[in-house]
């Protein structure tokens, strides 16, 4: 009898076939490892080296009040693809990763589409069903149950964020990696893009943060700012050909994906 059956009754499954024991709690920490495991082997068949990621809200939509973020959000997407997609070299650069659902997610993924590209979606499974955008690469398109392992991929291939408005989730995914940026506790440089400077100026008042002494003024050249799709990509062409492609010649070639290493 081989291990995909199990019609003696005096036989238990092998472990990794328990899906009651894979389900309780004893194996959080197997269901956590794959998180991590099942990504990374897709982001090696794929050659997927590094990432540019959109954050931003899940409820603003094409035709919306707001939806000119949509629309700019898309456009940028597909202009970086259209870019990335010039670079030599055997890995796929700087390919255009979302959360996976609706709203600036989909724009993104939709973008990265438009142009013919790769695009990574990040899902997470939540109350109300989020469910993934149709516009990922289905290779690329991963479900995730714990937020941290989903964040986890957000920051560990990332060289850029253009961070689009958005609410709470936004926010709290753009202060993690601000703060990993603050305290030097990634190698990497990472590019944060805050798009929409109307919207984040009434929403966050970063000035404030330097007058009452919580930040130091140096802290705010971790944000660039853009108003317009032809900016922000002048932005991260700039800054990912200065810190990502210009030192690639000086050093020994990375397999992919180049995973940002930890300080700690």
């Known amino acids: 009898m081989n291990d995909n059956t199990n019609s003696d009754p005096l036989r238990r499954p092998v472990a990794y076939r328990n899906e009651t024991f894979l389900d309780g709690p004893d194996a959080r920490g197997l269901r956590i490892l794959s998180e991590y495991l099942e990504p990374l082997s897709h982001f090696r068949d794929q050659r997927i080296q590094d990432t540019v990621v959109f954050f931003g809200s899940a409820r603003i939509h094409e035709m919306g009040p707001m939806g000119r973020y949509y629309r700019d959000a898309r456009t940028l997407a597909r202009l970086m693809t259209e870019w990335s ?7 796929r650069r700087f390919v255009i990763c979302s959360g996976g659902g ?38 690329l398109s991963f479900e995730f149950h714990y937020f941290f392992m989903r964040k986890f991929w957000f920051a560990y291939l990332a060289k850029a964020l253009v961070v689009f408005p958005g609410g709470f989730g936004t926010m709290d995914e753009m202060f993690e990696i601000l703060t990993l940026a603050q305290t030097h506790k990634l190698e990497n440089k990472i590019i944060l893009l805050l798009y929409g400077t109307e919207y984040w100026d009434e929403v966050i008042n970063f000035k404030a943060l330097v007058k009452h002494g919580t930040i130091s003024e140096s802290d705010l050249s971790l944000v660039h700012r853009a108003d317009d799709p032809a900016t922000a990509l002048a932005i991260l062409q700039q800054s990912l050909t200065k810190y990502h492609l210009e030192p690639a010649a000086e050093r020994p070639e990375e397999p992919a994906p180049a995973i940002a290493k930890s300080r700690i």
């Not at 997609?85 to 890995?91: A, E, L, N, S």
């Open 85 to 91: 997609q010039d670079i030599p070299g055997p890995t």
């Open 102 to 139: 609706p709203g600036i997610m989909e724009a993104a993924n939709r973008g990265a589409n438009d142009a013919g590209g790769k695009t990574v979606g990040l899902n997470i499974g939540l109350p109300f069903e989020q469910r993934p955008n149709p516009f990922i690469t289905p290779e």
